[in-house]
């Protein structure tokens, strides 16, 4: 078979999956003449997109019990059609912060095609996301403090961090909507996503459409700090026009 390009490599090893119940890495590698490397660097972002389970010289399917929970956030279609929305949106050579959170992570199997990314994170797990590209981009970590809650760096050394770069573009999560606020957020530390914004010349929110109209107190990132809000095609017309008036830009992704 003739050598595909990363996301086409991977698509295909997954169908093989799916269909056989299991594949091996020699085999892979073979059938797509590549090295044995880039085979485990697929499976295992493979397996962090929770599509298949990494096994010993090779890969085997989800078990059954685990694919019937198809509302699982991290796996839904909602979160694959506004990640690959805003991967739309990135273009190559671009800097960019990709803010901690499972929406955000969703963007990393769409960066596979981009080159000469350079991506600055406060998320171990992002970090590991991104070091299985097999473009390889350039990663960046903040650094800082470890907070459990959010599961990612905050604190004044990460802060200190974002303000000596100059960045295209943030991508970012959010807990809840506030249509004429803005973004909000469970966790009183807000001061990294706002230098974050500050950081950057776009900021993207990244959101499904069922957090929009919560109610939380935390207000993240007012709407004047917003320049792309994208969601998923459930979002009401009547809110989209709302926060459309703040002068924030609405992608509606289809799922």
């Known amino acids: 078979m003739t050598k595909r390009n990363t996301q086409q490599r991977r698509h295909t090893i997954l169908s093989k999956v799916n269909e056989c119940g299991e594949v091996s890495v020699d085999a892979l590698a073979a059938e797509f003449e590549t090295s044995e490397v880039t085979i485990r660097k697929d499976l295992t972002a493979l397996e962090k997109s929770g599509l298949l389970l990494r096994r010993y010289g090779g890969a085997v399917a989800l078990p059954q019990e685990i694919v019937a929970k198809s509302n699982d956030k991290r796996d839904s279609l909602r979160k694959m059609a506004i990640a690959k929305a805003a991967a739309n949106l990135i273009k190559d050579h671009n800097r960019i912060i990709i803010d901690s959170g499972r929406t955000t992570a969703a963007m990393i199997p769409e960066l596979a095609n981009k080159h000469g990314l350079v991506v600055m994170t406060n998320a171990m797990n992002i970090a590991n996301r991104l070091?299985?590209?097999?473009?390889?981009p350039t990663l960046l970590m903040t650094g800082g403090t470890w907070d459990p809650h959010s599961e990612s760096f905050q604190g004044q050394v990460a802060e200190k961090v974002l303000r000596s770069y100059d960045f295209d573009q943030l991508f970012i999560g959010a807990d809840g909507i506030d249509v004429a606020r803005g973004t909000t957020t469970f966790n009183e530390l807000v001061g990294l996503s706002q230098v974050m914004a500050e950081s950057a010349r776009e900021v993207?929110?990244?959101v499904e459409s069922d957090k929009v109209g919560r109610k939380i107190p935390n207000l993240e990132l007012p709407w004047s700090?917003?320049?792309?809000?994208?969601?998923?095609?459930?979002?009401?017309?009547?809110?989209?026009?709302?926060?459309?008036?703040?002068g924030v830009t609405v992608i509606r992704a289809s799922v």
Do not use: F
């Open 131 to 136: 070091l299985s590209l097999e473009n390889e």
């Open 204 to 206: 993207i929110v990244l």
């Open 225 to 246: 700090q917003v320049t792309t809000l994208i969601t998923d095609d459930n979002l009401a017309l009547e809110q989209c026009q709302i926060i459309e008036s703040s």
